[in-house]
């Protein structure tokens, strides 16, 4: 068969992995949300993994930052919002994979956009920010670091500190509040 073409996919072998890895964390983290109040008990690697489970799925909203504030009066501040912010933003890992793997589900969104922007322009400190700043979209800033191939571990470092530092702050907030209870 002479003029048959041959099909190629329209994403690497790489693209393909990440796009199942996301899913995959995602798929993951949406069967344990349902027992997230479970791993409280176990201390600031209970924190680490709600806080990693909630961050892991993308566009949907699983409050993780409340059991950091929950837990601010039992746990040190510190401590507690680097356990949380180094299980959120690896968490977040499953949306810039799934950016990296290029899916077009909300790059047509002006959230999506905005957040490409950004972080073209500024990089690591565009995550930073839309990281440390109560976001509900950073999982939009994380496929738009993926999808324009930012190093993976400049986003996770960004990640990681912008979230370590609100969850720092959100625990003295708990902490502040359990005293009028």
């Not at 972080?119 to 690591?124: C, F, L, S, T, V």
């Amino acid at each position: 068969m002479a003029g048959r073409k041959k099909y190629t996919f329209p994403f690497t072998k790489q693209d393909a992995l990440s796009l199942i890895f996301a899913l995959a964390i995602t798929a993951v983290a949406l069967f344990l949300s349902t027992k997230i109040s479970a791993f409280s008990e176990y201390g600031y690697a209970g924190v680490f993994l709600i806080s990693l489970i909630s961050s892991a799925t993308v566009l949907i909203p699983v409050p993780g930052f409340a059991v950091v504030i929950a837990l601010a009066a039992a746990l040190d501040p510190i401590l507690l919002g680097v356990a949380a912010g180094l299980g959120s933003g690896l968490g977040e890992l499953s949306g810039y994979f799934l950016g990296y793997a290029g899916h077009d589900a909300v790059t047509a969104t002006k959230t999506f956009r905005s957040h490409k922007k950004q972080i073209e322009k500024y990089g690591a400190p565009a995550i930073f920010a839309l990281a440390f700043i109560p976001n509900p979209l950073f999982d939009v800033a994380g496929i738009a670091a993926g999808s324009i191939k930012m190093k993976w571990w400049k986003f996770l470092l960004a990640t990681c500190a912008g979230k370590v530092l609100r969850f720092i702050l959100l625990a003295y907030l708990g902490l502040w509040a359990s005293g009028w209870f």
